[in-house]
């Protein structure tokens, strides 16, 4: 991995505000049986977080491990647990979606790390219920990710528009934001949850 990851201890930060954030959102909700979504493969996190929570992984599958782990998440937790859905989640999210039928359980935790775009970065609003929590990384600037400002000029151009979709979200009003985390030492790059508006 990159030098700087290591050094900032990027991914354990990041590892330790995802997990915090959805073990705090399932002590919240006693008794409920959770639907976790997630776009880009980490299930495992979420499934030992919110031990009574199914998660549902979005992912390219373009790594070598993710089927064989998927497999095998699935044979550890249970394949009433865990589900993976392969394929570029542009297309696979949509698609999911649409085949819920209208009462469904939609996501009450949703985490964004898939494609790194402005449409991709937004996907997880069609699996979220109103009020979930949202959890997402690759933020420039708090100012950015609270709509603050013109994008250009409070996000940057890092992270190839992942971060224009949660400027956006925040300015139209369904990306509320609760609680953020830096790496320390690494103030450039923000671990965020938020809520889901509407």
């Known amino acids: 991995s990159p030098g700087w990851i290591s050094k900032y201890k990027y991914g354990s930060a990041k590892?330790?505000?995802?997990?915090?954030?959805?073990?705090?959102?399932?002590?919240?909700?006693?008794?409920?049986?959770?639907?976790?979504?997630?776009?880009?493969?980490?299930?495992?996190?979420?499934?030992?977080?919110?031990p009574?929570?199914?998660?549902?992984?979005?992912d390219l599958g373009d790594m070598p491990w993710a089927k064989k782990q998927a497999a095998l998440l699935s044979r550890a937790y249970g394949?009433?647990?865990?589900?993976?859905?392969?394929?570029?989640?542009?297309?696979?999210?949509?698609?999911?979606?649409s085949r819920l039928p209208k009462k469904a359980s939609k996501c009450d935790v949703a985490f964004s790390d898939g494609g790194k775009t402005e449409s991709l970065?937004?996907?997880?609003?069609?699996?979220?219920?109103?009020?979930?929590?949202?959890?997402?990384?690759?933020?420039t600037s708090l100012a950015?990710?609270?709509?603050?400002?013109?994008?250009?000029?409070?996000?940057?151009?890092?992270?190839?528009?992942?971060?224009?979709?949660y400027h956006r979200a925040s300015r139209e009003g369904w990306l509320r934001i609760d609680r953020c985390a830096w790496p320390p030492g690494l103030e450039g790059v923000l671990h965020a949850s938020a809520h889901h508006g509407a």
């Open 52 to 58: 009574a929570a199914r998660v549902l992984s979005f």
């Open 79 to 97: 394949a009433a647990r865990f589900q993976a859905v392969f394929g570029s989640s542009d297309e696979t999210v949509p698609s999911y979606s």
């Open 121 to 139: 970065g937004c996907n997880f609003r069609q699996l979220a219920r109103p009020q979930a929590l949202l959890l997402f990384d690759e933020i």
């Open 144 to 165: 950015c990710v609270r709509g603050e400002g013109e994008r250009e000029d409070s996000c940057g151009h890092a992270w190839q528009g992942t971060t224009y979709a």
């Open 15 to 50: 590892s330790s505000f995802i997990f915090n954030e959805t073990c705090a959102h399932a002590h919240a909700s006693p008794g409920e049986l959770l639907q976790i979504c997630e776009i880009g493969f980490n299930g495992v996190l979420f499934l030992e977080a919110a």
